[in-house]
């Protein structure tokens, strides 16, 4: 016989085995015992709670789950923290050989178009530039494509390294470079890293570009900006 109630079904004499629809636990009153779906499986063909598992998800056809010990699984999650740290080394090795290669391509802003960009189209008419901020000249890049002249920014990180850089491409007389496919140009390493325009008790002003932490220092905010 079936009975069925508003959270529960049962089934037999009397309803003595008895099923909650909401948590999916049954329980047995003939024999005084319960538990889920492995436990019920586990009782009835006599197996182990561990194959019973397995015979579900075989007859469901779920893939097969693997099983390891705590110790193992701290090993493997150590693993892969170690192998995460040694990509992120390389990342930043990579990220501070390009930035270099482009640092050598570059000259002192004075008198660039680079100047002439943040001077006269920015407005930073009073404020000292950064020393890390500078002008790329036009050049062809590895592959031979002829790149735009750009004022160029470039990060460092707390030991000082320089591991990336931030670029808008400009025109020679010093305007953006709107044929350019990206006018605004990010590489390197950038994580962790930062230009600093000033230095200074007080607040700390990060900021989202070159131009923005610039027109903070013209403002004569108090405080460090980067």
């Not at 085995?17 to 436990?39: C, M, N, P, R």
Request: glycine share 12%; net charge positive; charged share 30%.
């Amino acid at each position: 016989s079936t009975y069925e109630g508003k959270d529960t079904v049962r089934y037999g004499n009397k309803g003595g085995f008895a099923v909650d629809l909401q948590t999916g636990k049954w329980f047995s009153h003939y024999a005084g015992e319960g538990g889920d779906i492995f436990a019920y499986v586990s009782r009835s063909l006599n197996i182990s709670y561990k194959e019973a598992i397995e015979e579900l998800g075989q007859n469901l056809g779920v893939r097969e789950q693997t099983y390891e010990s705590r110790a193992d699984y701290g090993k493997r999650m150590s693993e892969k923290q170690s192998k995460a740290e040694t990509q992120d080394l390389e990342k930043q090795q990579k990220g501070k050989e390009m930035a270099q290669k482009l640092l050598d391509l570059s000259v002192e802003i004075k008198g660039t178009p680079a100047e002439f960009y943040l001077r006269e189209n920015r407005k930073i008419k009073d404020t000292d530039l950064p020393k890390d901020c500078r002008y790329l000249k036009p050049y062809k890049d590895k592959n031979g494509v002829e790149r735009p002249g750009a004022l160029i920014s470039f990060v460092r990180n707390q030991q000082n390294e320089i591991t990336g850089y931030q670029k808008i491409h400009l025109t020679s007389d010093g305007q953006k470079n709107k044929e350019s496919s990206i006018i605004k140009q990010s590489g390197g390493y950038l994580k962790g890293s930062f230009v600093s325009v000033q230095k200074g008790e007080g607040p700390l002003y990060v900021a989202e570009g070159l131009e923005t932490a610039l027109s903070l220092k013209e403002a004569g905010i108090k405080g460090e900006i980067l």
